[in-house]
């Protein structure tokens, strides 16, 4: 019977400093029962719906949290004019 060597993979943990510092972290949190996302970048947050951004941005992730629960007529008209633009994408993309 003939021995069959077997190749082993390394991960590649092993980045130079110069690599990692120019890696970009993002922190994403759901808020729950909603389609609306918090994402933190650089220590500032914003409030978004899919790809769509909603809100400014802020120091503070608990008050743009806070913020995406209420229901105001504002929010409703953004996810309206947003679900209008996803919309024509398809159609777009149909034709």
């Known amino acids: 019977m003939k021995e069959t060597l077997v190749k082993q993979l390394q991960p590649n943990v092993s980045k130079s400093k110069e690599e990692s510092s120019n890696e970009e972290l993002i922190k994403r949190v759901q ?24 809100t400014e941005k802020s120091n503070n992730a608990k008050e743009i949290a806070k913020e995406l629960k209420k229901i ?24």
């Open 31 to 54: 808020i729950k029962d909603s389609p609306f996302e918090v994402i933190t970048q650089d220590g500032y947050s914003f409030g978004v719906m899919g790809n769509y951004r909603l």
């Open 72 to 95: 105001t007529w504002n929010r409703v008209i953004q996810i309206v004019m947003i679900l209008d633009e996803v919309k024509n994408k398809i159609k777009q993309e149909k034709v």
